[in-house]
């Protein structure tokens, strides 16, 4: 099972740190995705971290603001969230994701497995 939490409401400019929390499964060999979905909107991908050698993958919305990290101790991965905008309001959640063969992977490389998805947690940016 994942979890995340952490979300809330900031004022526009201000920081978040999500946490993508796993019971029961290890995320040590397991690639993890954070996705978010705005009320009208399709699910997108935001960013995602590989199981391997830890690279990290953004979209070009989030790039440069947010940073994509784990704790291997404890068992959990995160998203923080700085310079936040109104635009960022959504909710929030974790999943597995892999990445099509390449050798060269970028963001638009890696899927959800479908394995596992955190319920979600509501980030709102709002004055």
């Known amino acids: 099972q994942l979890q995340a939490s952490g979300g809330g409401l900031v004022q526009p400019g201000g920081s978040l740190k999500l946490s993508c929390t796993a019971s029961?499964?290890?995320?040590?060999?397991?690639?993890i995705g954070w996705f978010r979905q705005a009320p009208g909107n399709d699910r997108e991908g935001v960013s995602y971290?590989?199981?391997?050698?830890?690279?990290?993958y953004y979209a070009d919305s989030v790039k440069g603001r947010f940073t994509i990290s784990r704790d291997r101790d404890k068992n959990t991965v995160y998203l923080q969230m700085n310079s936040l905008k109104p635009e960022d309001t959504a909710v929030y959640s974790c999943?597995?994701?892999?990445?099509?063969?390449?050798?060269?992977?970028?963001?638009?490389?890696?899927?959800?497995?479908?394995?596992?998805w955190g319920q979600g947690t509501q980030v709102t940016v709002s004055s």
């Open positions: 999943a597995t994701v892999a990445s099509v063969p390449t050798r060269n992977p970028t963001f638009s490389t890696w899927y959800p497995t479908g394995a596992y």
């Open positions: 029961g499964i290890s995320l040590d060999y397991l690639a």
């Open positions: 971290i590989s199981n391997g050698d830890l690279s990290t």
